[in-house]
């Protein structure tokens, strides 16, 4: 069970989009509708931005939305804001065998 | 309102055991899996074990199976994490999540300190 890849590091200017990517196998993110994304500040818990691949908790601004194709997950923060500086991960759900591995987290810089 | 409470900070020796627990509010705890994930100090997360409360089924990662044991007490609503022996290496932070799948509700961690 080898954790997801993702970047180190992405970042962009206030107002840009940027895409955060998370690639597994198909027997995590390619097998299942349990993709989920997480933010997390310094020195605080982390909170889930997206869930089910796409879906978002209420309370998330709609900047954030999520996609997936084949064995690859994506994250994009549209309209960058300067909170929006954290580490992201990604998880996913693979079944009974598989049942929850995250990236290894990108931290988003803000520039 | 959701709430996972998570017990306070611990400084431990090598070799000495602990139990951290972490407590829902405010939902039906026995409904959902409660999972347990550790950060080291500057790393990422790592999910460690996951259990449902109707049964005490408890899925573990390889990683940490055999090293931790993970058991719930649903008529408290309250799940826990515990090492029999512990290591410097176990120095971390540890948060508890409801876990439909995804990890909707986080507590507010656990950092375990462990030196001699």
């Known amino acids: 069970q080898s954790a997801l890849t993702q970047p180190p590091s992405a970042s962009g200017s206030p107002g840009q989009s940027v895409t955060i990517s998370c690639t597994g196998t198909?027997?995590?993110?390619?097998?299942?509708?349990?993709v989920s994304w997480y933010q997390q500040h310094p020195g605080k818990a982390p909170t889930l931005m997206i869930y089910?691949?796409?879906q978002r908790p209420s309370g998330v601004p709609d900047r954030f939305s999520g996609s997936k194709s084949g064995n690859t997950a994506s994250l994009t923060v549209s309209g960058l804001q300067a909170e929006d500086e954290a580490d992201y991960y990604c998880?996913?759900?693979?079944?009974?065998?598989?049942?929850?591995?995250f990236g290894g987290g990108t931290r988003l810089t803000v520039l | 309102e959701v709430q996972l409470v998570q017990s306070g900070a611990e400084v431990k020796k090598p070799g000495e055991s602990l139990k951290i627990s972490c407590k829902g509010f405010?939902?039906?705890?026995?409904?959902?899996?409660i999972a347990w994930v550790r950060q080291m100090p500057g790393k990422g997360l790592e999910w460690m074990g996951s259990?449902?409360?109707?049964?005490?089924?408890?899925k573990y990662s390889p990683s940490f199976q055999g090293h931790v044991t993970i058991s719930v007490d649903k008529s408290i609503s309250t799940a826990y994490l515990q090492w029999s022996s512990l290591k410097a290496s176990d120095t971390a932070m540890f948060y508890c999540?409801?876990?439909?799948?995804?990890?909707?509700?986080w507590g507010q961690g656990t950092p375990v300190t462990v030196s001699s």
């Open positions: 999540a409801r876990y439909p799948y995804s990890f909707d509700y």
């Open positions: 405010g939902y039906s705890f026995a409904s959902y899996w």
């Open positions: 259990i449902h409360p109707t049964d005490s089924d408890t």
């Open positions: 198909s027997g995590d993110i390619g097998g299942s509708i349990y």
């Open positions: 089910e691949v796409s």
């Open positions: 998880s996913s759900y693979g079944g009974s065998n598989n049942f929850a591995i």
